[in-house]
C-alpha cells in the first residue's frame, strides 16, 4: 500500500461548489504539506502542518482552508470554487528534520 | 518572498551526454537543497540532497552547491531516454521559526536516442 493516499484522484466540480480534497499518510511523519501545479508555475505551498494543533499558511492560501483532524490526516478544503483553482493538488509529508518530502499521487481538480 | 529560479528548458541532450540543471535562489541564509525527478502526470520522486558547498555523487547524479552564489546544480552522467522529466530545484528557507519549502519552476529534460 502507498504511503501517502490522497482521495478523490480526479474531481471535476462546478464554480462555487465546496469541496474537499483529502490526505492520509501511513509514514508517521509529523510534518504534512498541500501543493498546488500548474502548468509552468511548479509547485506551490498552500498550507503546511507541524503537528495536529500547529497549521501555517504557505505562500497562496487565500480561498483555501485546512483541517488536520489526526496526525496521519490533513484535508484540504475549497469553500467556494473557482475556475482558476483548477490545478494538480499534490499532499506530502516529512519527518521531524523537514527536509525530504514524500509526495501522494496528486488529485486533478477541475472547476468548470 | 523568497525565490528559486530554474531554466524551465526544455533541455534536449543526446543519449550518453551529460545533461546540466541550474537553480538559483535569492535567500543567502537557505541550509538546505533538493532536486527531484517528475513524470508527467506523477508526483515527484527525491533524486538528491545536498547541504554543505561542493559536490555530492549518487551514481549517474551529482549535486552541486554554492552558497556564496547562491547556486545549486544537477549533473546527469550518460543521459537515458528514461530520464526524460522535468526536474524540480527546492531550497529549504527558514519561516517563523521553522524551515520550509520552496520550489523552482521546474526544467523540462528530453534525451533523445
Known amino acids: 500500500d502507498a504511503d501517502v493516499t490522497q482521495t478523490p484522484r480526479n474531481r471535476i466540480t462546478k464554480t462555487g461548489k465546496r469541496i474537499m480534497l483529502e490526505c492520509s499518510q501511513t509514514?508517521?511523519?509529523?510534518?504534512m504539506y498541500w501543493y498546488r501545479q500548474d502548468p509552468g508555475l511548479g509547485l506551490r505551498l498552500i498550507y503546511y502542518?507541524?503537528?495536529?494543533?500547529?497549521?501555517n499558511k504557505g505562500e497562496i492560501s487565500d480561498g483555501y482552508s485546512v483541517s488536520r483532524q489526526a496526525q496521519a490526516k490533513f484535508s484540504l478544503s475549497l469553500e467556494s470554487a473557482i475556475p482558476n483553482q483548477t490545478a494538480l493538488y499534490f499532499c506530502?509529508?516529512?519527518?521531524?528534520?523537514?527536509?525530504?518530502?514524500?509526495f501522494g499521487p496528486g488529485t486533478r481538480l477541475t472547476v468548470l | 518572498q523568497k525565490e528559486v529560479e530554474q531554466n524551465s528548458g526544455p533541455l534536449s541532450v543526446p543519449e550518453g551526454a551529460i545533461a546540466s540543471l541550474n537553480c538559483t535562489y535569492s535567500?543567502?541564509?537557505?541550509?538546505?537543497f533538493f532536486w527531484y525527478r517528475q513524470y508527467s502526470g506523477k508526483s515527484p520522486e527525491l533524486i538528491m540532497s545536498i547541504y554543505s558547498n561542493g559536490d555530492k555523487e549518487d551514481g549517474r547524479f551529482t549535486a552541486q552547491l554554492n552558497k556564496a552564489s547562491q547556486y545549486v546544480s544537477l549533473l546527469i552522467r550518460d543521459s537515458q531516454p528514461s530520464d526524460s522529466a522535468t526536474y524540480l530545484c527546492?531550497?529549504?528557507?527558514?519561516?517563523?521559526?521553522?524551515?520550509?519549502?520552496?520550489f523552482g519552476r521546474g526544467t523540462s529534460l528530453i534525451v533523445h536516442p
Open positions: 506530502a509529508t516529512s519527518d521531524l528534520f523537514g527536509d525530504t518530502q514524500y
Open positions: 509514514k508517521g511523519h509529523d510534518r
Open positions: 535567500d543567502r541564509v537557505s541550509q538546505s
Open positions: 527546492a531550497v529549504f528557507h527558514a519561516s517563523g521559526g521553522s524551515y520550509i519549502p520552496t
Open positions: 502542518s507541524f503537528d495536529v494543533k500547529d497549521i
